[in-house]
């Protein structure tokens, strides 16, 4: 959801607030009039009406004035402090900017109000939003239940369900959701990469097919399906791509995925140029924030000042000593997917996926660059018992995954900015760091479709110095906690797959299974952008990829130094 409010949203809103009617006229009985004129009464202000400044406030809103929608809320709430209306819409206006703030808002429209459907619906999209399923779940199904013909809780529902690694129960809402409009372009989307995740390829090859037929989000049909094909000679889908993005009647946010789509069939048949002129061209129309590197290079200096080896040691006592957590990180697209595979494919270890907690812990730490407080102020002062707390929470919310499992995995690439605060709640537990060569990684990351947290992959020189920032923390990490990382990289694992594997089982303190090594054959559902090449045996087709880029690539080998493995 975004601070602006979907149709469904406006038209319930006007449904809750209705039209303002006057009042009556009181008609007074005529009589003589006094011979002395009395003095004119002063004319009243006319009541303030909430239900006006609510509708005023969503009219503010859908202009994006969003200050004064919110003044507007908080002037309603100062007479009626539980107005649900205004607590809801104070909601909407903080997803994207303080979701932990909306949560609060929408939590208390949906106490004063249990049975309506929208409230549900809102607080468990935004639980969505932050990743923690459990609640979403819970919310959404309430929304299910009060208004069963509501298909943005049951997209929502299948979506929470799918993060949740329940695909099975995610496929049945969603098909559920589709019983009531079968052209549902998210629900429809969301079901195949449901299907993608489970390894079904060829049912999300037919679903993806029907998609296109049916004219249904074209561009993230077209991406999807290429995406779980390898292709040896030129497909007829990419001529209808390239129909496409020539298409004068395309919306705006078709070309970056069609560009993509087309990009990844041109680099599999080896037409190197013209797979780079689709992946630039996809890169340069999508709409992006740019990313200030000089802000990131700062955010480092500050993570490994307050990160020393002395505020280390002074916080051993500190957290808890389970070995359940594995934290699997690194850049995206290193090989932390194939690594967590590897690793859950043991019987005593679950891999649960890219979690949020942790982030959220280092937001409430003061580690988060929205914090109001000065950086690390709060993990500074943290006192032992906090540390524990801090520590039980984020156990709690990982045993929702695997209740019964002796290692759970956590496996969120950009953890390495975290790896100190991993450090404090957990002194025992596992981090492996996933590395791989450098413009391989980095040419990666610009074929790749990420959202718009990673805007540091719209540029290649920039690319190539944010790469570098990950390469210094994570040297510093090395320096401050010793022996505590195992490093892994891509390329022993292609060249020794046995033997990086059993060095990985040794780390996370467990017996050697030879599940580990058919990892592809493992049931269950991955849900990362790896989730195609994990079900293929280790092929090393990927390793100095960028040889065939490298006249294309310049401006991110030169910033990448002495990094880049020429």
């Given at each position: 959801?975004?601070n602006?409010?979907?149709?469904?949203?406006?038209?319930?809103?006007?449904?809750?607030t209705?039209p303002t009617?006057?009042?009556?006229?009181?008609?007074?009985?005529?009589?003589?009039?006094?011979?002395?004129?009395?003095?004119?009464a002063?004319?009243?202000?006319?009541?303030?009406?909430?239900?006006?400044l609510?509708?005023?406030?969503?009219?503010?809103?859908?202009?994006?004035?969003?200050?004064e929608?919110?003044?507007?809320?908080?002037?309603?709430l100062?007479?009626?402090?539980?107005?649900?209306?205004?607590?809801y819409?104070?909601?909407?206006?903080g997803?994207?900017?303080?979701?932990?703030?909306?949560?609060?808002?929408?939590?208390?429209?949906?106490?004063?109000?249990?049975?309506?459907?929208?409230?549900?619906?809102?607080?468990?999209?935004?639980?969505?939003?932050?990743?923690?399923?459990?609640?979403?779940?819970?919310?959404?199904?309430?929304?299910?239940?009060?208004?069963?013909?509501?298909?943005?809780?049951?997209?929502?529902l299948g979506?929470?369900?799918?993060?949740?690694?329940?695909?099975?129960?995610a496929?049945s809402?969603?098909?559920?959701?589709?019983?009531i409009?079968?052209?549902?372009?998210?629900?429809?989307?969301?079901?195949?990469?449901v299907?993608?995740?489970?390894?079904?390829?060829?049912?999300?090859?037919?679903?993806?097919?029907e998609?296109?037929?049916?004219?249904?989000?074209?561009?993230d049909?077209?991406?999807?399906?290429?995406?779980?094909?390898k292709?040896?000679?030129?497909?007829?889908?990419?001529?209808?791509?390239?129909?496409?993005i020539s298409?004068?009647?395309?919306?705006d946010?078709?070309?970056?995925?069609?560009h993509?789509a087309?990009?990844?069939?041109?680099?599999?048949?080896?037409?190197?140029?013209?797979?780079?002129?689709?992946?630039?061209?996809a890169?340069a129309?999508?709409?992006?924030?740019?990313?200030?590197?000089?802000?990131?290079?700062?955010?480092?200096?500050?993570?490994?000042?307050?990160?020393?080896?002395?505020?280390l040691?002074?916080?051993a006592?500190?957290?808890?000593?389970?070995?359940?957590?594995?934290?699997?990180?690194?850049?995206?697209?290193?090989?932390?997917?194939?690594?967590?595979?590897?690793?859950?494919?043991?019987?005593?270890?679950?891999?649960?996926?890219?979690?949020?907690?942790?982030r959220?812990?280092?937001?409430?730490?003061?580690?988060?660059k929205?914090?109001?407080?000065?950086?690390?102020?709060?993990?500074?002062s943290?006192?032992?018992?906090?540390?524990?707390?801090?520590?039980?929470?984020?156990?709690?919310?990982?045993?929702?995954?695997?209740?019964?499992?002796?290692?759970?995995?956590?496996?969120?690439?950009?953890?390495?900015?975290?790896i100190?605060l991993?450090?404090?709640?957990?002194?025992?537990?596992?981090?492996?760091?996933?590395?791989?060569d450098?413009?391989?990684?980095?040419?990666?990351?610009?074929?790749?479709?990420?959202?718009?947290?990673?805007?540091y992959?719209?540029?290649?020189?920039?690319?190539?110095?944010?790469?570098?920032e990950?390469?210094?923390?994570?040297?510093?990490?090395?320096?401050?906690?010793?022996?505590?990382?195992?490093?892994?990289?891509?390329?022993?694992?292609v060249?020794?797959?046995?033997?990086?594997?059993?060095?990985?089982?040794d780390?996370?303190?467990l017996?050697?299974?030879d599940?580990?090594?058919?990892?592809?054959?493992?049931?269950?559902?991955v849900?990362?952008?790896?989730?195609?090449?994990?079900?293929?045996?280790?092929?090393?087709?990927?390793i100095?990829?960028?040889?065939?880029?490298?006249?294309?690539?310049?401006?991110?080998i030169?910033?990448?130094g002495?990094?880049?493995?020429?």
């Amino acid at each position: 959801m975004s601070n602006r409010l979907p149709p469904a949203w406006s038209k319930h809103l006007k449904a809750q607030t209705g039209p303002t009617i006057a009042p009556p006229k009181i008609v007074q009985p005529k009589t003589a009039q006094p011979k002395t004129a009395q003095p004119k009464a002063k004319p009243q202000p006319p009541a303030v009406n909430d239900d006006m400044l609510l509708r005023q406030a969503l009219q503010f809103q859908q202009a994006k004035r969003l200050p004064e929608a919110e003044e507007l809320c908080h002037r309603v709430l100062t007479r009626k402090p539980n107005h649900a209306l205004a607590l809801y819409i104070l909601g909407t206006l903080g997803l994207g900017v303080d979701n932990e703030l909306a949560i609060r808002y929408f939590a208390r429209a949906a106490d004063q109000e249990p049975n309506n459907p929208y409230y549900q619906l809102s607080l468990g999209e935004a639980y969505l939003k932050i990743g923690d399923y459990p609640p979403a779940i819970r919310h959404l199904q309430r929304a299910c239940e009060l208004k069963p013909d509501l298909v943005e809780a049951l997209r929502g529902l299948g979506d929470a369900y799918g993060k949740f690694d329940k695909a099975d129960i995610a496929l049945s809402v969603y098909e559920k959701a589709l019983g009531i409009n079968r052209d549902h372009p998210t629900v429809r989307m969301g079901l195949a990469s449901v299907l993608i995740n489970l390894g079904r390829m060829d049912e999300a090859t037919s679903y993806l097919k029907e998609t296109i037929d049916r004219r249904v989000d074209v561009a993230d049909a077209y991406q999807a399906l290429v995406n779980i094909h390898k292709f040896s000679e030129e497909p007829p889908e990419l001529k209808q791509i390239l129909g496409e993005i020539s298409n004068p009647a395309a919306s705006d946010d078709q070309p970056y995925a069609l560009h993509l789509a087309a990009g990844k069939i041109l680099n599999d048949l080896g037409r190197y140029d013209e797979a780079m002129d689709h992946f630039l061209r996809a890169k340069a129309v999508k709409p992006h924030d740019d990313f200030e590197i000089e802000l990131y290079r700062r955010r480092v200096d500050s993570i490994i000042r307050l990160f020393s080896a002395e505020f280390l040691t002074s916080a051993a006592k500190y957290g808890d000593p389970s070995e359940t957590p594995v934290f699997v990180l690194g850049m995206p697209r290193s090989g932390t997917t194939l690594t967590e595979q590897i690793c859950s494919s043991h019987p005593d270890v679950h891999g649960a996926g890219e979690l949020t907690k942790l982030r959220r812990i280092a937001a409430a730490s003061g580690l988060t660059k929205t914090s109001e407080e000065p950086f690390g102020k709060n993990l500074r002062s943290m006192t032992i018992q906090q540390s524990r707390t801090f520590a039980e929470d984020y156990l709690a919310n990982l045993r929702l995954y695997a209740p019964s499992a002796a290692r759970i995995i956590d496996k969120m690439p950009h953890n390495f900015e975290a790896i100190g605060l991993i450090a404090i709640l957990f002194p025992n537990a596992r981090i492996i760091h996933c590395r791989r060569d450098a413009v391989d990684n980095c040419l990666s990351l610009l074929f790749s479709n990420l959202n718009k947290n990673h805007a540091y992959i719209s540029d290649l020189t920039c690319l190539g110095l944010y790469y570098r920032e990950y390469d210094r923390l994570m040297r510093h990490w090395h320096t401050v906690l010793p022996g505590r990382i195992l490093e892994n990289r891509y390329e022993d694992l292609v060249s020794s797959q046995e033997g990086q594997s059993r060095r990985l089982i040794d780390h996370l303190g467990l017996e050697w299974d030879d599940a580990c090594l058919r990892f592809f054959d493992k049931a269950g559902s991955v849900r990362t952008l790896s989730r195609w090449q994990v079900r293929q045996p280790i092929y090393g087709s990927s390793i100095k990829r960028w040889k065939n880029y490298e006249g294309r690539i310049r401006p991110l080998i030169e910033a990448l130094g002495d990094l880049a493995e020429l």
